[in-house]
T-cell receptor, first 116, second 113 residues
Framework: DAGVIQSPRHEVTEMGQEVTLRCKPISGHNSLFWYRQTMMRGLELLIYFNNNVPIDDSGMPEDRFSAKMPNASFSTLKIQPSEPRDSAVYFC??????????????FGPGTRLTVL | AQSVTQPDIHITVSEGASLELRCNYSYGATPYLFWYVQSPGQGLQLLLKYFSGDTLVQGIKGFEAEFKRSQSSFNLRKPSVHWSDAAEYFCAVGGDSSYKLIFGSGTRLLVRP
């Protein structure tokens, strides 16, 4: 298995531009997570999808952030407009969330976003 | 409140020396505990996990961790550190009724030649 795939690996953009991060979870996994990692705040859960449905988006910082999961093999995290404080590493993770079981989350390599 | 504390921000050990990374948690229900490792520029990789049973769990790369309920701790150990172990280590806690993982702030391990 290729693991969780994220693209791009690096993104440099200017303040005010739209940014779209992409994630392909591991085939067969039914849960997907978007995290943000910064020095100041560590790893923060932004949003959680189960069976393509957003279950918890309480970690999404503000309306500039949106996430979609149109099918089981693809998710996007969009920031519009982007701001310098959005600079961080964004991780996608997936797992098979079966009833009565808690399985490990598999992380992608991350997208390093720099907003100038 | 649910939380994970990793009291050591940085730890430096000599290659071949033993290692212990500390993790304390606060969780209202039965905790599921994890240790992840993050190498520079990489995502997080699971080292080991504890759900139930034997409180000493073995993981990959020669790591082990011991769950001590009375101390609310889940410390990570390795008897002999290799230079390739230099990375950041994250402890995390979750529960059987929650999909959320709560991560600690991480401990950066430096290995002296």
């Amino acid at each position: 298995d290729a693991g969780v795939i994220q693209s791009p690996r690096h993104e440099v953009t200017e303040m005010g531009q739209e940014v779209t991060l992409r994630c392909k979870p591991i085939s067969g996994h039914n849960s997907l997570f978007w995290y943000r990692q910064t020095m100041m705040r560590g790893l923060e859960l932004l949003i959680y999808f189960n069976n393509n449905v957003p279950i918890d988006d309480s970690g999404m910082p503000e309306d500039r952030f949106s996430a979609k999961m149109p099918n089981a093999s693809f998710s996007t995290l969009k920031i519009q407009p982007s701001e310098p404080r959005d600079s961080a590493v964004y991780f996608c993770a997936s797992t098979l969330n079966a009833a009565g079981a808690y399985n490990e989350q598999f992380f992608g390599p991350g997208t390093r976003l720099t907003v100038l | 409140a649910q939380s994970v504390t990793q009291p050591d921000i940085h730890i430096t050990v000599s290659e071949g020396a033993s290692l212990e990374l500390r993790c304390n948690y606060s969780y209202g229900a039965t905790p599921y505990l994890f240790w992840y490792v993050q190498s520079p520029g990489q995502g997080l990789q699971l080292l080991l996990k504890y759900f139930s049973g034997d409180t000493l769990v073995q993981g990959i790369k020669g790591f082990e961790a011991e769950f001590k309920r009375s101390q609310s701790s889940f410390n990570l150990r390795k008897p002999s550190v290799h230079w390739s172990d230099a990375a950041e280590y994250f402890c995390a806690v979750g529960g059987d009724s929650s999909y959320k993982l709560i991560f600690g702030s991480g401990t950066r391990l430096l290995v002296r030649p």
